[in-house]
């Protein structure tokens, strides 16, 4: 990866964590939500983070040193859709979202999920120009569905 990109990315993040921390901060002293989804959105945080991560982990295997081919992903949930570490991404998001549980929170994530669905689409879209023999019935972002 490109050190601008890492740079970049590597920001994003920053300034999304410390903007969520800080609307966490504006929220005390608000009464609790009837439904606390602290608990389950630890659970989906952790599922998110660890697919996520494995997806990764694949992607940067795919390439031997030097290797500057493309190629098709395979393994994980390679298989079902093209770009299962955005879905887990999606999920590590939802699960953040479920345990800030602020509006600040939600709207992030609902951005996240519609900028990975377009990402997750043209991606798709690039295999099938790229790649003649790509599967026609690998999915974009959900198993099955999409």
Sequence with gaps: ME?????????????STATMIYAQHLSLGFPELPIDLKYPGVG???????????????????????DKEYKVPHGGLFGLVICPHYLFEILGFVGVSCISQTAYSFSFTLGT??????????????YISKFEDFPRDVKALIPYIF
Excluded at 5 to 15: D, E, G, M
Excluded at 113 to 126: D, H, N, Q, V
């Design 3 to 15: 050190v601008e990109a890492t740079i970049t990315i590597s920001l994003s993040y920053f300034l």
């Design 44 to 66: 989906i945080f952790f599922i998110g983070i660890t697919g996520n991560f494995y997806h990764h982990y694949l992607l940067a295997k795919l390439r031997a040193k030097g």
């Design 113 to 126: 999920i519609c900028y990975l669905i377009g990402r997750s689409i043209a991606t798709r879209k690039w």
